[in-house]
């Protein structure tokens, strides 16, 4: 009997199954290996292809040059290669809380864990330095006095940093060359109160945004998307 079982055993590892451990001697002898091919673990290890299964959700509209969003108005949708990890995530995790309501975004982030984001962040800020060039230490471009005195008002620089394109802190996101009109979307969601379907809810930003009327804050936009930055809609070879 023992000489039956050792080689049912050995075979039974050697084709990585449990049958050498639900079966009895009384019943047929253990079936032929399967082809190496067949022997595949039911989850892939993190890689490649896990990170484009996780990136899918995403490129529906920010892998679209020109796309457009329509709530709460129409909109481009942000580009997002070339822009911080750590922001990203930052992003993603204010959907999820509800602190930045956006009924699409919130259900997107919702089905995401803590690993999928950063791997979805890491992703995009990856994607954006591929053959990019970083901008100059300040402003590509000068404004007019007005804008100048709005920015001045607005401190934007002091977070955003002198190129609005190196934040103080990569929590805080790269905004030169960003679409005018999703900055002005995202400036007047600041000043959005009581609103359970739109707004932001971020005390620096809110207290910023209110100086301003929707007209400064679009001349505000206009200006900063001016600017040469580092942000690029990356197109997905199905939407080429």
């Given at each position: ?55 899918a959700v995403c490129i529906g509209?920010h892998g679209i040059p020109g ?88 401190a934007c620089a002091s977070c ?81």
């Amino acid at each position: 009997m023992t000489k039956l079982l050792t080689p049912l055993f050995a075979l039974a590892v050697a084709c990585v199954t449990g049958l050498a451990y639900s079966q009895s001697p009384a019943q047929a002898p253990v079936a032929a290996p399967a082809p190496m091919a067949a022997a595949v673990p039911a989850q892939a290890p993190t890689g490649a292809k896990t990170v484009q299964a996780k990136v899918a959700v995403c490129i529906g509209c920010h892998g679209i040059p020109g796309y457009q969003a329509s709530f709460p108005e129409v909109y481009r949708v942000p580009m997002i290669s070339g822009q911080s990890a750590k922001y990203i995530v930052a992003a993603l995790n204010a959907y999820k809380a509800g602190d930045r309501k956006h009924p699409t975004m919130r259900g997107i982030a919702s089905a995401l864990s803590d690993q999928d984001m950063s791997d979805i962040a890491a992703y995009y800020e990856l994607n954006g330095k591929e053959g990019a060039r970083a901008p100059a230490a300040t402003a590509s471009r000068e404004p007019n006095a007005k804008v100048a005195a709005l920015l001045q008002k607005a401190a934007c620089a002091s977070c955003h940093g002198a190129n609005f394109s190196k934040p103080i802190d990569p929590s805080y996101p790269k905004i030169a060359g960003q679409h005018s009109d999703y900055l002005f979307v995202a400036l007047k969601a600041y000043k959005i109160e009581n609103n359970p379907t739109s707004g932001r809810n971020n005390a620096v930003m809110s207290a910023i945004a209110r100086q301003f009327s929707n007209d400064e804050l679009k001349a505000l936009s206009k200006y900063v998307s001016s600017l040469e930055g580092e942000l690029q809609t990356r197109p997905q070879a199905r939407f080429r």
